[in-house]
């Protein structure tokens, strides 16, 4: 049976992508920029990577972003999308992110990985091939550490000597926490092995959508296995959303720019070779489930059938790109939040019904309303206007 929330959660995935030559300064204050509008839209989440080198993704510390977006910001709840528990000492890491839980009141949410680039690690001095073995081994430790434990631990890589933390978060028991899952089993394994959130940020690739209901098959063989709960509530897909006025209008949007953005960026600067196989043009991305591109109406059956296949989930992230002008993107975010966020969420079905039940017992609900209208006409010796008297003769007000 497919699991559909009371309340589907929507938001944003900030890695972010800046085209490289553009003034850093201004790319990163559009990023906030981005988040107040989303805040102002009303949209649960916002997350912000951290990456070190390649040029493209600029920030370097998602809590600095998360602590300057929760400034100028009411609602909306800010993570790390994700942090690359390999790069940092799990104490220091886990005493951050309780001080960001305290000043953002309980909207700071722990997004973790193994790191993305190896660019990073290799500049770090990391062998690529422990990444993922030191992201568990990290986070077992930061959540003790979240959970108030006394932790003595000898690493090959990091030392705690009773460690604790010296503030207890302010949320109860402790910040939500997701791990990245990409085609790797390490994500969705390591997710359910400590019972946390999972960030499927793969998506869009090729055979992304289809390997989703493994994902989870696989995080919850870990979680029953370590004995632990999980939720799809917890459970968060990123891809690529543009929408327009038409289908047609979205496509010619974002085509060039995303063509050009997955040249520039997987080709030319990671050196991942495009796939012959594969069509690059948007509408071929669409149509094989790696983005949302189209109309509102089009964005809910394309998330009805993402719950569909993947067996449900909890949230849908945008992964945020700059493929077309501001005012396009800005649309975009706009008509998502007015169209095709409250159908997931029940803010819709009550007002429709609203309207139907008035629309359809008119009659006896302002019958006797127009019939004291006209009697207050006749008490007081005035007669009935011409489009009045035609309205109450058709039994409508």
Known sequence: MTYKPPRMRFGIFLAPFHRVGENPTVALDRDLELVELLDRLNYDEAWFGEHHSAGWELIASP????????????????????????YHHPFILADRMV????????????GVGP????????????????????????????????RGETVTHQSDWFTMKEARLQIAPYTFPHMPVAVASTFSPAGPQTAGKHGVGILSVAVSQPGGLISLARTWEMAQEAADKADKGLSREDWRLVL?????DTREEAIRDVDEGNQQFNKDYFENTLGRPADPSVKPDVASQVERGGAIVGTPDD????IERMQEMSGGFGALLGLAHEWTSWEKTRHSYELFARYVAPRFQGQISRIEESQE???SN?????GPNAAAIGKAFIDAGVSLPDAMLNRMQRGNT
Do not use: N
């Not at 964005?299 to 394309?302: M, N, T």
């Open 63 to 86: 809590e600095l972003m998360i602590d300057a977006a929760a400034q100028r910001t009411k609602t909306i709840r800010l993570g790390t999308g994700v942090s690359s528990l390999p």
């Open 99 to 110: 001080q960001l839980d305290h000043m953002t009141r309980g909207r700071a949410m722990f």
């Open 115 to 146: 790191g993305a680039l190896t660019s990073d690690a290799y500049m770090l001095g990391i062998d690529a091939l422990t990444q993922r073995q030191r992201m568990d081994e990290a986070l077992g430790v930061i959540l003790r550490l979240f």
């Open 240 to 244: 690529p959303i543009h929408l327009a």
């Open 299 to 302: 964005a809910i059956a394309a």
């Open 357 to 359: 039940f008035v629309a």
């Open 362 to 366: 008119r009659t006896t609900i302002f």
